[in-house]
């Protein structure tokens, strides 16, 4: 199974979507808050930065008021003499020092008239009457001041007005500082502790500003809420605009300084946030990763024991440990497989053979126990009555087989007597059939030797002739070798005298010797074989006349051999005809025969097919006892 398709991807989608949406709603209300959190912020920085900027005002005015009276106080007799003197150097020689000491941007001394004796800044300047300064013209009437206004000289400042007097606390002129505040360094200083862009307004004209873009005058809008008292505010371009008021004399605005806030992102915020909801949710995933585990745990285990039972396994394991709706699933899965095993049992037995066996369905809506119950009562029924069916055809069959067995038996006997009549008469037949065949070759043999005797008669004849004839070449043969044994004779007599010659030659006559020596050998050996052959002509002449004797007697009796068998001709025909007779009769009997066997072999071989069936049917019927007997059936 696929991740997407797993219960545990449906639970991370059933807790992710909605705590999802809970962190959308949750980001959304805190960008809100954030931004509603911010803008209180920023007025809070705002006016927290008014504060700062009127504290070093105020700061400023108190120092230049504090540093005008130090030095007015701390008058050198020299110095009180060069005021009343009017010795313009010699003022600037000896206050020099104090102003450099005061960090203001001007010091000027002046008579009771209000005249300049000495400028310490522009040392050239003085002389002039500047009794309308207000600073200066309530220190002139004794009185110690301090604000800011605008002056034609010195621009928007904060200056300070103290009365010089002498030794006899006459007062003898006036010290006046000021501290400029449209100046790069000043806006410079109130940009680092207020920590935004400033810019000064000399009533409504812009003098100076902070931003690289310059501003226009003020309105006058704006300019009439600062003279009624208070700071404004205005949002703009992503800025927040405080228009601080700078109050002269009596407290009357003289001016504003426009401290622009950029407003503080809320990245931070949304930061902090996404950081709190990134924490919250690496807490939150292991915790919810557990639980979803201990949900799909079991559940897992449960599908496990599903398959398992799925392929016929009922020895699955499951064991209730919740008490949730996930263990009452374990505790219905654990009944299940009991209910299965119940089942199982009772079909095993019923497959053991055991139809006595007994079920009782959990419910009427238990269509597996109601049919196993209905199985069990319908196979009892139907093996009782098999089994009584069986027990009859068992008694039926067994009768069958014994008739048929003995009519087999009594077929069989039949056909092997029967079988035994057809062989004796085969053989009869066949004794017959060559009865005939020896008749016929006995009277062609009869015929033949009819022939033959009378060919053998006449041989017999030619023979005593042809005996008469060697008798009488005998005769002659014997004259022809009375001649040789003479010329025999007369040759050993010439080789007597041939030798007798040769010995008389002496050494030359020695091989014609030899050679008469030889011819009185050849001479002599054809003497004998003359002799022997002399003798055997008489031998055979002998013998011829005897065979010739035996010759005439043989023809004699050859002639009484050809009537005996020329009587047994006509007898061994006789025999010949009787005997074709009764090979036709007894060829009829054996084909007559021959279908009175097949006939008995048929029913013999039916008899026993019938005693192998019903031995068969008696066999299966036992058999069929057998395995209905083992069947535990209800009584």
Not at 122 to 146: T, W
Not at 208 to 228: H, Q
Request: aromatic share 4%; hydrophobic share 45%; charged share 20%.
């Amino acid at each position: 199974m696929s991740y997407i398709k797993s219960i545990r991807f449906k639970l991370m989608l059933i807790i992710v979507i909605p705590v999802t949406a809970i962190a959308f709603i949750y980001i959304a209300t805190a960008l809100t808050t954030s931004n509603m959190i911010l803008n209180e912020n920023n007025l809070s920085v705002s006016a927290a930065n008014e504060h700062t900027i009127l504290s070093s005002l105020e700061d400023w005015r108190l120092s230049t008021l504090g540093y005008a009276k130090i030095a007015a106080s701390n008058m050198s007799d020299a110095a009180i003499a060069a005021i009343n003197t009017n010795s313009t150097q010699e003022i600037i020689n000896l206050f020099t020092e104090a102003f450099t000491f005061t960090l203001c941007d001007g010091m000027t001394l002046t008579d009771m008239d209000g005249v300049a004796l000495a400028r310490i800044t522009n040392p050239a300047r003085y002389g002039d009457n500047i009794s309308s300064s207000l600073a200066i013209a309530d220190a002139l009437e004794g009185r110690s001041v301090s604000y800011a206004y605008p002056t034609a000289n010195n621009g928007f400042s904060i200056t300070a007005g103290v009365p010089i007097h002498d030794r006899d606390n006459r007062q003898i002129g006036v010290m006046f500082l000021s501290k400029r505040l449209d100046k790069e360094e000043t806006l410079n200083a109130l940009k680092r502790v207020s920590g935004c862009d400033i810019v000064i307004y000399d009533g409504l004209r812009a003098l100076m500003s902070t931003l690289d873009e310059e501003r226009g005058d003020l309105d006058a809008d704006i300019w009439g809420e600062l003279s009624a008292g208070g700071s404004v505010v205005v949002s703009r371009n992503g800025y927040v605009d405080r228009y601080i008021p700078v109050t002269g004399r009596d407290n009357a605005v003289v001016g504003a300084i426009l401290a622009l806030s950029e407003p503080a992102s809320n990245s931070r915020i949304v930061l902090i946030w996404v950081a709190l909801f990134l924490v919250s949710l690496i807490i939150l995933t292991p915790v919810i990763h557990i639980n979803i585990g201990r949900l799909v745990k079991p559940i897992r285990a449960l599908d496990a024991g599903a398959k398992q039972l799925e392929t016929g396994d009922l020895n699955i394991t499951v064991e209730k440990n919740r008490s949730d709706e996930i263990g009452d699933l374990q505790h219905s899965v654990k009944l299940l497989a009991q209910f299965m095993k119940n089942q199982s049992g009772v079909i095993e037995q019923i497959a053991g053979g055991n139809m006595a066996v007994t079920y009782t369905p959990s419910s009427e809506l238990d269509s597996v126990g109601n049919s196993l119950v209905k199985m069990i009562d319908n196979n009892n029924e139907m093996l009782t009555k098999v089994k009584k069916a069986t027990a009859e055809v068992f008694a039926i069959s067994g009768q069958a087989a014994t008739g048929a067995q003995s009519l087999a038996e009594n077929s069989s006997e039949q056909a092997a007597t029967i079988e035994s009549f057809h062989s004796l008469l085969g053989e009869i037949q066949s004794e017959s059939e060559q009865n005939v065949e020896l008749a016929n070759r006995t009277n062609a043999d009869i015929e033949k030797a009819e022939s033959l005797m009378d060919v053998c008669q006449n041989s017999m004849n030619s023979l005593v002739a042809s005996m008469q004839t060697i008798k009488d070449s005998s005769q002659d043969i014997t004259k022809v070798i009375k001649v040789i044994d003479d010329i025999a004779f007369q040759t050993n007599i010439l080789a007597l005298n041939a030798a007798v010659e040769a010995a008389r030659a002496g050494q030359h006559g020695k091989g014609f010797s030899v050679v008469a020596e030889e011819v009185r050998n050849l001479a002599a050996k054809s003497a004998q074989a003359a002799k022997e052959t002399s003798d055997l002509i008489k031998d055979s002449m002998n013998k011829v006349s005897a065979g010739q004797r035996l010759t005439h007697e043989t023809s004699e009796n050859m002639e009484a051999v050809a009537a005996i068998v020329a009587a047994n001709g006509v007898s061994i025909g006789k025999i010949t005809e009787l005997s074709e007779h009764q090979e036709t009769a007894v060829s009829e009997l054996n084909v007559k025969l021959s279908e009175l066997v097949s006939a008995v072999q048929a029913i013999a071989a039916t008899a026993e097919e019938s005693a192998a069936f019903s031995e068969e049917m008696s066999a299966q019927a036992e058999i069929l006892s057998d395995l209905v007997n083992k069947y535990k059936l209800k009584a």
